[in-house]
Every structure is written in C-alpha cells, then in structure tokens.
C-alpha cells in the first residue's frame, strides 16, 4: 500500500494555472505509475491523466490535452498536474492516484483501482 497527500488547489479565474501536486509515503513510490482523476459534483469520477514509473509512458484524458502537463520526480516521491488554460468545466476535486501499471489506471474504472488520496478542491470562475 502506499499513502498519497494532495495539495495546490485553490480557486483560480478562467484561463489561468494551477500546479497540483502528491506526494507518495514509502520507498516503493518509483514502482508505481501514477494518476490524476477528477470528480465534478453530480458526476462520475474521471480519468485525467496518468504516467509510467519511469516517466516514458503518459497518457491524457481528450479533454485535456495540449492544456494539462503530468510529470513526477522519483527523487522527491512526487507527481505533479500543471493545469494551464484552465475552463470552467474543469471544476472538480482531484485525487492522485497510484498503481502497480499504467494500464489499469488508463483503462478501468476509478471503483476497480486501489490507492487514492483525500482530495484537492480546483474552482474554476468566470
């Protein structure tokens, strides 16, 4: 099992940034790929974006592609979502998530994965 803490959410103005980030507990963090989902009240949780363990391997969501950066530092227990140009519609709370492969994470539904973290709150205003 691994512990995952999610911070850098805030309210934010249509169009502008906001960096996530969470961090891993234990020294397996490297093993797993990591994962960021997203929930919307009212909706389903929601993939988002996902990266291998060794960073080679990332998969976005149609959503956000060409708007959200993933990325992770092995060396800090880190995984990061630079969320740019950032829309209304991306109003949700953000969980990271960890697996053992990246394809799970970017092929199953949220309920059949296993590591989650608490949460980070992003508000997008107009």
């Known amino acids: 099992q691994v512990q995952l803490v999610e911070s850098g959410g805030g309210l934010v103005q249509a169009g502008g940034s906001l960096r996530l980030s969470c961090v891993a507990s234990?020294?397996?963090?490297?093993?797993?790929?990591m994962g960021w989902f997203r929930q919307a009240p009212g909706k389903e949780r929601e993939f988002v974006a996902a990266i291998s363990w060794s960073g080679t391997t990332i998969e976005y969501a149609d959503s956000v592609k060409g708007r959200f950066t993933i990325s992770r530092d092995n060396s800090k227990n880190t995984v990061y979502l630079q969320m740019d140009s950032l829309k209304l519609e991306d109003t949700a709370v953000y969980y990271c998530?960890?697996?053992?492969?990246?394809?799970?994470?970017?092929?199953?539904?949220?309920?059949?994965?296993?590591?989650w973290g608490q949460g980070t709150q992003v508000t997008v205003s107009s």
């Open positions: 998530n960890a697996e053992k492969s990246i394809i799970p994470i970017v092929t199953k539904e949220w309920t059949s994965l296993q590591n």
């Open positions: 234990g020294r397996t963090f490297m093993t797993y790929a």
